[in-house]
């Protein structure tokens, strides 16, 4: 077993902290304060390739692996930033690698890689499914060499900063599948040519994420658009949700790390009592509590990744990195709003963003209730809770 990370993963974090450093935290509480995308960001960090780090070299990408896909995403989230304007690209990269066809990785990798096509967009969550993903309704009907799509979806996030949709939908009706997760499929959409067949309203959330309610609306899909075989949508998708719970539990060890350091930075500079308020146990230790269990999601998320890239399977792994890292930002972020007092409010300060960032993890991509029921029927064999 070797902790240690290798020079080149070292050099890539390096690279994403100096590319960071440009994007300091008044950057981050402009975009949070206007409810702005950072365009620039975003644009910056793609034409630096770092959003194409999960893309094979031979279609133009880094062609690097899911443990340094997690640091540049960490770093993101370490340095003050927010990663979930552009994290989506990488995990829903992980169906399209493993399981789309050798014309579609042709026609889209590379324009994703140069960073000309934003491929940003997934849409699961319905209103009336909730957590219950087999219960989607959003059904795609073949009608000779092309589907027609209606149906509804909530939540999808970036609709308006992307080219593209991973969108799930039925092609079999629940009722009619023996396996409940069966009859599911997969597509790859292209917005432009959807156009107005989707219909976005965006809701206001307490964070600055542009997140939609799709009303889908005889939308024409070619046969093409079909992330490989009709029906096993559920499957591929797997791949891609682990992808995506390895990727924000690392979003969440970065928030983590930047609550840990903040608070500490501060509580040793803040004098009360005539005294750093961080001589006080009752400060000391929730901040050294947390740093704890960051580091203790850390590892966790390190051998989830580990064995992502050694094609292992990996679903106990992703699904506990989510789980731990989301509640150690947490913990992390109740330290540092505790340790500032009346400060942590005030925006100047940038711990009430942050806080506000880090508590969307706890609930998506997945609830964490539904992370410990997963752990106790599948891991612990008890009795199926729901
Ligand atoms: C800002 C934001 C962005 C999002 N972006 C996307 C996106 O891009 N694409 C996408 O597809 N989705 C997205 N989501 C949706 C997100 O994945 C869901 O909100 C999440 O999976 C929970 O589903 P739900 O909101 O329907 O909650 P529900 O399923 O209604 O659950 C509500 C509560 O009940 C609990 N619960 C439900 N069933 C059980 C049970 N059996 N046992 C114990 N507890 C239970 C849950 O833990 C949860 O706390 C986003 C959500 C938010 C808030």
């Not at 542009?210 to 609306?217: A, C, E, P, V, Y």
């Not at 009709?230 to 970065?254: D, P, T």
Request: charged share 25%; net charge neutral.
């Amino acid at each position: 077993m070797d902790f240690e990370l290798s020079e080149s993963q070292k050099e890539i974090r390096a690279a994403v902290t100096a590319l960071c450093a440009r994007f300091g935290n008044e950057y981050w509480h402009r975009c949070d304060s206007q409810n702005a995308y950072p365009e620039e960001f975003v644009k910056t960090l793609s034409e630096a390739g770092w959003l194409a780090a999960l893309i094979p070299q031979e279609y133009g990408g880094a062609g690097l692996g899911m443990i340094e896909a997690s640091l540049i995403l960490e770093e993101i989230n370490r340095s003050g930033g927010n990663a979930v304007a552009c994290h989506a690209q990488m995990y829903t990269m992980a169906s399209i690698l493993k399981h789309g066809s050798a014309e579609q990785k042709r026609k889209y990798l590379p324009r994703i890689a140069s960073g000309e096509l934003r491929l940003q967009s997934f849409g699961i969550t319905e209103p009336d499914a909730g957590s219950e993903t087999p219960r989607i309704k959003t059904f795609a009907r073949r009608e000779g060499d092309h589907y027609v799509v209606n149906g509804q979806k909530i939540f999808t996030s970036r609709f308006q900063n992307s080219d593209m949709l991973l969108l799930l939908t039925r092609t079999t009706p629940f009722e009619d599948v023996r396996k409940k997760t069966d009859g599911m499929s997969l597509f790859l959409v292209d917005l432009k040519a959807a156009g107005s067949a989707i219909k976005a309203v965006p809701i206001a959330t307490m964070v600055n994420h542009t997140t939609n309610q799709l009303f889908i609306d005889d939308l024409v899909l070619p046969r093409e658009a079909l992330v490989g075989e009709e029906g096993k949508g559920f499957s591929y998708l797997l791949s891609s949700l682990n992808a995506e719970r390895i990727l924000v539990g690392s979003q969440s060890v970065g928030d983590g790390r930047w609550f840990v350091e903040y608070a500490t930075k501060y509580s040793k500079e803040r004098r009360v009592f005539d005294r750093p308020i961080g001589m006080n146990q009752g400060v000391q230790f929730p901040i050294a509590k947390a740093h704890v269990a960051v580091e203790a999601a850390s590892l966790m998320r390190f051998k989830a990744a580990a064995l992502f890239d050694a094609g292992k399977p990996c679903g106990a792994e992703a699904n506990m990195t989510k789980y731990l890292a989301s509640e150690a930002a947490w913990e992390a972020g109740e330290a540092a709003m505790n340790a500032l007092g009346g400060y942590g409010f005030a925006k100047e300060y940038h711990v009430e963003r942050k806080w506000r960032e880090a508590r969307l993890y706890r609930t998506a991509p997945i609830a964490n209730n539904l992370i410990l029921s997963f752990v106790g029927e599948h891991l612990l064999g008890m009795p199926r809770s729901y």
